[in-house]
């Protein structure tokens, strides 16, 4: 009877060790087959990340940001160090707790009905819509560099012909028809046209009479839904074309545009944010018709080392 048992023991014990063995096989063979991942991420879409700047594959690396633009604070404009002069619209800004909790703020910029650019106001007598401001964010002049905010505009909003939409600037941050020469700046402020259409909307000394229209409509802007750009600019090396701009939308690359020139001189640098929104255009059929509202957060900068470089 003894000898029955211990057979049966001996049996049993072969019997997982077997088991084992063929598990261990077959695991190792869907590993190599990729049919077993446990390390792999959720294929479900990443949440919004506050605070974070993106690198030129629009992955997350928060070691690369020089700076992230707070708003929950009272004096948040000092902290981004923002130029008064050419300031205008502040009445039109508001910072709000988020209520979903993605931000610690949010900035809300409002455009009356009616209103379109400060020339429209001026000559017609519209309400002022929007705001516009220039930030230096408190960091060295940098040959390239790369914005990242969140923008969500409101359901109602109209996209009617176009309007302007955050960017990078340099030297003294040109607009307005003003043609910059090769030394006193340049900007490359983003626009939303007819539909929401997206475009970089730059002030180069290449543009004639306007800004220079770079990738109109390679993306588009929904109401409703926050959207991420980011928008890198290196600058060329002076005399010799080689400067460029980049943009994701969403973290799929939308545009990249090489050949540009910025400057013609070496001391020329990107300087910061140009915080550029309202509609238009420089005639009221750029106005909107509704009071509407766009909302942003999550403003960075982080560095772009140029493949240029040593």
Not at 21 to 44: E, H, K, M, Y
Not at 214 to 238: A, C, M
Not at 291 to 306: E, I, L, N
């Amino acid at each position: 009877m003894n000898r029955f048992f211990t057979r049966k023991a001996i049996a049993r014990t072969l019997l997982l060790v077997l088991t084992a063995l063929v598990t261990i096989v077959v695991g190792c063979n869907d590993l190599r087959s990729g049919a077993i991942a446990p390390s792999q991420p959720s294929s479900s879409p990443a949440p919004l990340t506050s605070a974070a700047s993106r690198n030129r594959d629009g992955a997350d690396n928060e070691t690369s940001s020089l700076w992230v633009g707070h708003l929950a604070e009272q004096n948040w404009m000092t902290d981004w160090r923002v130029r008064h002069e050419g300031s205008w619209g502040l009445e039109n800004l508001e910072t709000l707790p988020d209520p979903e909790h993605r931000f610690d703020s949010i900035l809300r910029v409002h455009y009356p009905a009616g209103s379109a650019s400060p020339t429209v106001a001026r000559e017609s007598g519209a309400p002022l819509g929007g705001a516009q401001f220039l930030a230096e964010l408190g960091i060295q002049p940098q040959t390239a560099l790369k914005l990242s905010y969140y923008i969500r505009f409101s359901e109602n909003f109209d996209f009617v012909k176009g309007g302007k939409l955050p960017g990078l600037f340099g030297g003294d941050g040109p607009s307005g028809g003003r043609i910059p020469n090769g030394v006193d700046g340049f900007s490359t402020r983003l626009m939303w046209r007819r539909q929401g259409d997206g475009e970089v909307y730059a002030y180069l000394p290449t543009s004639q009479i306007h800004g220079t229209s770079l990738g109109r409509g390679e993306w588009r802007f929904r109401r409703g839904v926050w959207q991420h750009i980011q928008e890198e600019v290196i600058l060329n090396d002076p005399g010799i074309n080689n400067g460029e701009v980049r943009v994701w939308f969403n973290g799929e690359q939308v545009l990249d545009k090489e050949g540009l020139i910025f400057r013609n001189v070496d001391s020329l640098r990107i300087n910061g944010l140009f915080f550029s929104t309202f509609f238009g255009g420089g005639d009221p059929t750029w106005a909107t018709p509704q009071a509407v509202y766009a909302d942003f957060a999550d403003f960075s900068v982080s560095a772009v080392p140029s493949e240029r470089e040593s």
